[in-house]
């Protein structure tokens, strides 16, 4: 029996059966049967946390979102978070799953039980050096014992393309492209009669092929997941395990594109067993078989590049002189009514290898296997016990693929009609039937964990001690070091009344990157915290429920930002070559990579957090907030400036790079409840900035120097416009980086020297947004819930680039390219002018392709509607509900599109679902 607030009590049936009231225990606040917080290598309660931590209860999140990605989950829901793997800021996190290092990419959130991440160095110390940047823990979902479950859910829907290329027809394209030969002081390609005739004549023998239109591509694809869940157990074994299939469909709509999707079946479970009165064990085991299917070659990559005058992909078989030799004597054709085209020079497409070009198939495979085995060695120390984790991973990728030979056509036209006279065939049409394997990858994780742990209650006196060591080995099919992580953790935690807590956690370190003698080092870091709402002082501020002050603070060190191994040694590289014996021998050189340097050590990063977290107005109000300091120090470089200029082949690795990061992160949470409905609103703010404290570097001129400026800033030239004429051009300084012409890009001549070049870069804007933020909004009304939420940034710059926007020599052109420079439109052009050959000055690194990437995104909205208890008890339900959602609705930016396009890949999607979730 259990209620929320209150603590739970197992009983047999009948045990109580003279009673006809039955009194729960209230919880102390923060230390109820609900209030485990899973951390490093344990759970505590949540009044005994001294860290900066946040935590995420999945199966709260899913009562009212059926988000499925952990990283989706993560993103605008954690205060301090910037998306879902960046914590303030730092870079990457380590993702644990389980205790120890794991992919989540296979992992959906109905599998979770609950995310806890670290953001400090004193809650992620025990993780050691790979823990740098913070840790995010994945705790996956358990049996209990007494409380039997099986949950069955499920949705279908259709996602939807947020936004597509938009390329230029034949006639735009030939008509611009003729510009920029003409800008280039070139003959132009195409007459008037060429452009007149992709204007009005047969679309076969004049194509203006759009890849991205409804004749090759649906409005959607659809997508469905079906999943199980069983648990349960009793005092002696427990048991859960999670089925789940997911599909989702192709936007192709023709040939084997129709048949093409992806189908992902995953199944997870684990078994804990009560060996005896002193030892456990539990049994994990996860399977996860990806299949995705799809036509041979990239579509989106095809798409984006061939122009659509070039060939028609496909030929009318009507419009062929039926006596044609190759016409009759085809293997091959499009449901008898098409010859597949091309020329000498496209000899495959996208269309053809859709129709005929076969099958391709990529698979992944992905098996986990945990066994941790606990023991109670309270009969020889009271409140000791020793923990062993042991897993393996095993991740298996590789192409299985049917590979058809097809043949193209190119057609001669009739001069004085449209039927086609005469064929050129390329390739031959084969169909082996054999299918191949290939691109196979094998990558696998061991890691392992051991633990004395020590609990003790005396009086108001709570001691709690770990001592572990901690090993993980990563490796990659073919290569041969691999990454390895190992370390010793000692953490010891104190509380007195539930009001003074203390929290050493250490760790000893150990790296293979580093020479002897510096492989080991120790990582210290002390966090305290003061309850103060317990005091008795407190006791009349009645609007202050809970208040708890924290600060916490330490030294790691950690070799994950050493990117190779033996950076100590001198290591060597070949170059040049020789002969002898007239030319019949020959060998290559050697030279000198690096230096050695026996004294190379650790990267360090010293923080500090302090923050505070507060329940008020009569638990209505929550918030959650924190300062923090880091700095990254002792980075490993190649220091040029500490060595003369000849000495390049020498330089050693030394520790010499520093940059700091500071900032405010703040969460809060408001619930209020009147009548029939129920409110509740969140919102979390991240501001994070960061500095390059010492750097390798020697310019010319001050403004040219990366420190004191923040780590992501993005340095580049600044523009002032475009050359308007020759006079302009011989009246500014020369720009080093080609001939330029009116309507190329004017840079600024920073240092007035008078030629343009790379000492003319500046600081043009920053890459990583230094605000962000997130909301969520839960409005329910008796059986309906209506649930929101969003995130922001403000701060960072964009950047424009690729052949979409950027375009010169035989590029495909966009619509975007409308707004080119031309002698007409110099006064209101944001473009630069065409260019038909290689422009290497107008696609410089500047703030002319800069733009400021502040945005607001409503990632989900879901209406959900709980069928009453005693309907769903009717269909032999415990719970009954249906929900409609939608994902990526909508983002607000005034750059909204470069957002939201993808060019080359597949497109980003909107996707809307409807669905049931089941209790029995």
């Known amino acids: 029996m259990e209620a929320e607030g209150y603590e739970p009590v197992v009983f047999r049936s009948g045990e109580y059966k003279n009673l006809t009231e039955f009194s729960l225990k209230p919880s102390l606040f923060y230390y109820g049967a609900n209030d485990d917080v899973n951390i490093a290598f344990g759970k505590v309660k949540k009044g005994d946390l001294v860290n900066a931590v946040s935590t995420i209860n999945a199966d709260e999140i899913r009562k009212f979102d059926n988000v499925q990605d952990i990283y989706e989950a993560l993103n605008g829901r954690v205060t301090g978070m910037l998306g879902s793997t960046n914590i303030r800021g730092f870079g990457d996190a380590l993702f644990i799953v389980d205790g120890l290092p794991r992919d989540i990419n296979t992992i959906h959130l109905s599998e979770v039980e609950q995310i806890t991440v670290l953001k400090d160095i004193n809650s992620s110390m025990l993780y050691g050096n790979a823990a740098v940047n913070g840790v995010v823990l994945v705790t996956t979902k358990r049996g209990e014992a007494y409380k039997k479950r099986l949950n069955v859910s499920g949705y279908y829907g259709v996602s939807v393309p947020k936004m597509l290329p938009k390329y230029l027809s034949s006639v735009d394209y030939m008509e611009l492209y003729n ?48 999943m199980t869940e069983l648990s349960g157990g009793n005092d002696l074994a427990t048991y859960y395990t999670n089925i789940g299939w997911d599909r989702t469909g192709s936007l192709l709509d023709f040939g084997e594109g129709k048949n093409a999707g992806q189908n992902q079946f995953t199944i997870r479970g684990n078994v804990d067993l009560k060996i005896n009165n002193w030892i456990k064990s539990a049994l994990d085991a996860v399977a996860v078989l990806d299949n995705n299917k799809g036509p041979v070659g990239n579509y989106w ?41 091309g020329t000498s020079s496209y000899l495959t497409n996208p269309i053809a290898d859709g129709y005929s070009g076969g099958v391709n198939e990529n698979i992944r495979r992905t098996f986990s296997f945990n066994n941790r085995i606990d023991f109670d060695l309270a009969r020889f120390v009271e409140g000791l016990a020793f923990h062993t984790n042991i897993s393996f991973d095993f991740y298996n990728t590789y192409n299985q693929s049917i590979n058809n030979g097809y043949s193209v056509y190119e057609p001669t036209w009739n001069p004085v009609g449209d039927d086609i006279v005469y064929l050129t065939k390329y390739g031959t049409d084969t169909r082996s039937g054999t299918q191949n394997i290939g691109s196979s990858s094998f990558q696998r994780r061991f890691g392992f964990y051991w633990m004395f742990d020590y609990k003790r209650t005396f009086g108001e006196h709570r001691v709690y001690g770990s001592l572990l060591g901690y090993g993980n080995h990563y490796k990659v099919q073919g290569d041969l070091q691999g990454n390895k992580n190992a370390n010793l953790g000692l953490r010891g935690m104190y ?40 005091e008795n002082f407190m006791s009349k501020a009645s609007a202050i429920n809970y208040l708890k002050l924290r600060l916490s603070a330490g030294i790691m060190n950690s070799d994950a930002g050493i990117d190779g191994f033996f950076f100590y040694d001198n290591t060597y590289s070949g170059a040049g070559g020789y002969s002898w014996f007239d030319g019949t021998w020959s060998g290559y050189g050697r030279v000198s990579a690096n230096g050695a340097n026996v004294n190379l050590g650790y990267e360090k990063r010293r923080d500090i957090n302090l923050g505070f977290e507060s329940i008020l107005f009569d638990h209505k109000l929550s918030v959650d907030a924190n300062l923090f300091s880091s700095v990254y120090y002792d980075q490993v470089t190649q220091p040029a400036t500490r060595y003369p200029g000849s000495y390049t082949d020498f330089i050693p690795y030394e520790n010499f790079d520093s940059n700091s990061y500071k900032g405010a992160e703040l969460g809060v949470s408001y619930k209020q409840k009147l009548g029939d409905f129920t409110l509740v609103v969140g919102a979390n703010a991240l501001y994070a900035t960061s500095r390059v404290e010492k750097k390798d570097e020697i310019y010319s001129n001050a403004y040219q120097y990366r420190k004191r400026h923040p780590v992501d800033t993005r340095f580049g030239l600044v523009s002032e416009g475009f050359f308007t004429d020759q006079p302009d051009i011989d009246n500014h300084a020369i720009q080093a980086f080609g001939k330029v012409k009116p309507g190329d890009i004017k840079y600024v001549d920073q240092n007035d020297d008078g030629i343009v070049d790379g000492n003319d870069e500046v600081q043009i804007g920053r890459w990583q947004a230094p605000f962000s933020y997130g909301l969520n909004l839960r409005l329910s009304y008796k059986n309906f819930t209506l649930a929101m939420k969003g995130n922001g940034r403000m701060g960072a710059d964009g950047y424009i680039s690729g052949d979409y926007y950027q375009v010169d020599g035989d590029d495909k052109y966009s619509e975007y390219i409308l707004g080119r420079w031309t002698e007409e439109t110099k006064a209101t052009a944001t473009l630069p002018r065409l260019s038909s050959v290689a422009n290497t000055n107008n696609y410089r690194t500047s703030d002319f392709w800069q733009y400021r990437d502040n945005w607001f995104t409503l990632d989900r909205v879901q209406l959900n509607y709980d069928v009453p208890e005693n ?20 983002t607000v930016s005034k750059y909204r599109d470069y957002k939201e396009l993808k060019v080359g890949s597949e497109p980003l999607y909107r996707s809307f679902s409807i669905g049931i979730k089941t209790m029995f």
């Open 179 to 226: 510009e920029a030969k003409t800008n280039d002081g070139l003959t132009p390609q195409y007459s008037a009669e060429t452009i007149a005739d992709y204007r009005s004549g047969n679309m076969y023998r004049y194509p203006s092929i759009d890849y991205y239109s409804d004749d090759y591509l649906r409005g959607f694809k659809p997508v469905s997941r079906i």
């Open 871 to 890: 309907v769903a008890k009717i269909v032999k339900m415990k719970h009954l509900n249906f929900f409609i959602d939608a994902s990526s609705i909508l």
């Open 495 to 534: 509380s007195y009344k539930n009001t003074w807590l203390v929290d050493f956690s250490s760790a000893y370190v150990n790296s293979v990157k580093l020479p002897e003698g510096n492989k080991g080092a120790f990582s210290p870091s002390l966090g305290l915290a003061w309850v103060i709402s317990n």
């Open 301 to 341: 990559s095809s798409a984006a590049t061939l122009r659509p005058n070039l060939f028609s992909p496909l030929l009318p078989i009507s419009m062929i002189d039926p006596e044609n030799e190759l016409l009759k004597g085809r293997k091959n054709d499009v449901d008898g009514m098409y010859l597949l085209g």
